[in-house]
């Protein structure tokens, strides 16, 4: 758009030199004309002179009229073409929104599943081979069992990141859960599923430590929020709560 401005304005200068020019040579025929009115071969040869001038502002005029005609339609053309940018920009703003809107709904459906009663069975966690991340930095093998242990927690205590890292003064793991859950009535059932969970990582000897967090995310703050270490008897303690 810039560029075609420019054009249009050197367009416009040059039109104005042309007229001006045109002017200044009408001046000056008209100046001759009036010295040599007497002489007849002077008189006859500004008149082709005139002549030939007026069959060039015949043309000139056409030029610069067919010249503007052309501005015309490419400006047309272009707020067209801009229009035409507007509304797809338009279409895909909303495209874009209406996206995010499914997105954020997923999300808070996700956050707001029903949390189910810790199973009988446990979840499977003592299966795990807890002795190799003690001794091997396997992070692809990690990041996989941090990914299943999510899983296994996010139906009982809500959406679960895990990590599991090495305390490599003390030779053991550390695991930290933290949970996202939307604001609901049932801390009673977060508590127990919380006291099951720290019971059957009680029986796994390579755990020192284990944090829970558990956040309201309609309030940001925390509900449950415990760390436990492992005591010379083998049973998790908790240390800090809040």
């Known amino acids: 758009m810039i560029i075609f401005t420019i054009s249009i304005a050197l ?3 040059f039109i104005l030199i042309l007229n001006i020019r045109r002017l200044f040579r009408i ?3 008209n100046k001759i004309e009036k010295q040599v009115n007497s002489n007849q071969t002077f008189f ?3 008149m082709v ?3 030939k001038d007026l069959f060039i502002n015949v043309h000139t005029i056409l030029w610069i009229t067919g010249s503007i005609v052309l501005i015309l339609f490419s400006l047309t053309g272009m707020l067209f073409y801009q229009r035409n940018v507007q509304i797809k920009t338009q279409f895909a703003l909303e495209e874009v929104e209406e996206t995010l809107h499914i997105v954020v709904k997923r999300q808070s459906d ?3 599943l029903p949390i189910f009663q810790y199973p009988e069975l446990g979840l499977g966690l003592t299966s795990i081979d807890w002795p ?3 001794t091997e930095e396997n992070y692809e093998k990690r990041f996989e069992t941090e990914a299943e242990i999510a899983r296994s927690l996010t139906p009982i205590l809500g959406r679960a990141t895990v990590i599991i890292s090495n305390n490599v003064s003390q030779n053991n793991l550390s695991l930290a859960i933290h949970t996202e859950i ?3 009535e049932a801390n009673d059932l977060l508590e127990m599923n919380s006291a099951q969970l720290v019971k059957e990582l009680s029986d796994i000897e390579e755990l020192g430590q284990v944090s829970i967090q558990i956040l309201d995310i309609d309030t940001n703050q925390y509900l449950f929020n415990q760390t436990y270490v492992k005591e010379e008897s083998g049973a998790l303690s908790l240390i800090g709560s809040q």
């Open 11 to 13: 367009f416009s200068v």
């Open 27 to 29: 001046i000056q025929i």
């Open 44 to 46: 006859h040869k500004i």
């Open 49 to 51: 002179i005139k002549h």
């Open 110 to 112: 996700l956050l707001s």
């Open 132 to 134: 190799f991340f003690v």
């Open 182 to 184: 939307a604001a609901m």
